[in-house]
């Protein structure tokens, strides 16, 4: 696989590249500016696979001698969040990361508990599921999140290898 640098980071060609920008265009549509430490987080979210932790892309940023400081890639994570670039999953270790997400499109994630790879998955048939346990609860229901964990085919064959 061919590497590019950007300000110093190794990128990944095409997909990253593309990912970032596209990040960069939701940041200014809301408003934002596309500060190069911004720039930098976006790079490094979107030269990310499956979930990440802020741990990680500090830990990234540190390994290809990037400075960038922990409160900042904190910050930007909390906005990227909020405009539904990058979205929260809760663990069921109990701790957090986040993955990459299309702002327009409502989705759930399959992920897997070996090697963190995450997929989106399409609403489907949930939509009307959560519609008949708001209308048997009396609920409005506003927002909903699925989060699926399991072991992804790669792992699982690797498994069955051993």
């Known amino acids: 696989m061919r590497l590019s640098i950007i300000r110093g980071m190794v990128m990944r060609p095409g997909i990253s590249a593309n990912q970032t920008e596209r990040i960069v265009r939701v940041l200014e549509r809301a408003g934002y500016q596309a ?3 911004r720039r ?3 790079q490094l979210v979107a030269s990310t696979d499956g979930h ?3 741990a990680d892309l500090l830990e990234r940023s540190r390994r290809e001698r990037v400075t960038i400081g922990r409160a900042t890639v904190f910050r930007a994570l909390e906005l990227l969040t909020i405009l539904r670039v990058v979205e929260r ?3 069921p270790s109990g701790s957090h990361a986040y993955v990459l997400c299309d702002p327009d499109q409502h989705h759930h994630h399959l992920i897997c508990s070996s090697c963190g790879r995450s997929e989106d998955v399409a609403d489907g048939e949930l939509a009307a599921l959560i519609e008949r346990i708001g209308q048997r609860s009396g609920y ?3 927002a909903h999140r699925l ?3 399991g ?5 699982a064959a690797a498994a069955a290898d051993r």
């Open 140 to 142: 409005q229901i506003e």
């Open 151 to 155: 072991t992804c085919p790669r792992c």
């Open 40 to 42: 930098l987080v976006a």
């Open 52 to 54: 990440f932790t802020a």
């Open 35 to 37: 500060t190069p430490n």
């Open 89 to 91: 999953l809760d663990l």
């Open 147 to 149: 989060e699926l964990f």
